[in-house]
């Protein structure tokens, strides 16, 4: 804007260029000026010359931007990337019960201490109502779908639905979650194969699984699966 004064002394525009705003979307998003979860209205302007104060000519598109309902800064789209802590929270439960389930799945639910021991991952992650009879329902379940597919050879197998079970459930999370939150998901699901014994072969499979999933180095897993300590 280019100002002038009046005779009055105050300044007033000559001529500028002004963005009026639209909104086409809106949703929740992590806003980091409020540091939290907020509502967001996405906008998109159109640029126009004015002279006193009167639009004119279009000088292009503006946007389009993420505005946050609470602070009214406006951020650049990839601001939602960043998933919302309510998301994030989902996300990092489901994961813990996925891999929870899929370590069980691969060592059998006949031991009554790696059932205890993955109630107790699952309560802790967020599903506090989780019983011994509903996992052990649930690895049933998957065993089902595994053997209708040709794919279930026993408790001691390892097959292609957990795995992309795992992968769909991981992956997404990873690029979140700094080195020590991925390593504590394998962990919990390490700690529930110790429960019963050490490792079978399928469940170092889950978890090798697992840890590529959640892009940890194959040879740190070896090692972080060698330091853990049953529960």
């Not at 800064?73 to 309510?86: K, P, Y």
């Not at 439960?93 to 205890?116: N, P």
């Not at 097959?159 to 394998?186: C, Y």
């Amino acid at each position: 804007m280019l100002p002038v004064r009046g005779g009055d002394g105050r300044k007033l525009t000559v001529w500028g260029i002004r963005t009026t705003w639209s909104t086409v979307g809106d949703g929740e998003f992590f806003c980091p000026d409020c540091g939290g979860d907020r509502n967001y209205r996405r906008r998109t302007g159109r640029r126009r010359f004015t002279v006193l104060g009167v639009p004119l000519l279009p000088r292009g598109q503006a946007g389009p931007v993420v505005e946050c309902q609470g602070c009214r800064e406006r951020f650049g789209t990839e601001v939602l990337d960043h998933l919302t802590t309510t998301r994030f929270s989902t996300m990092l439960r489901d994961a813990v019960h996925t891999v929870t389930l899929a370590v069980l799945a691969a060592g059998g639910t006949s031991s009554r201490s790696a059932l205890e021991a993955a109630v107790g991952a699952v309560r802790s992650a967020g599903f506090q109502d989780c019983t011994e009879e509903q996992l052990e329902s649930l690895v049933d379940g998957l065993a089902a779908e595994e053997g209708r597919l040709g794919l279930y050879d026993g408790p001691d197998c390892y097959g292609a639905a957990l795995s992309i079970e795992l992968h769909e459930a991981l992956e997404p999370l990873a690029p979140h979650l700094a080195g020590p939150g991925r390593e504590s998901i394998l962990l919990q699901g390490a700690r529930v194969a110790l429960a019963d014994g050490p490792y079978i072969p399928a469940e170092r499979e889950v978890l090798a699984t697992v840890g590529s999933a959640l892009r940890i180095d194959a040879d740190e897993v070896a090692r972080l699966l060698s330091a853990v300590r049953a529960p």
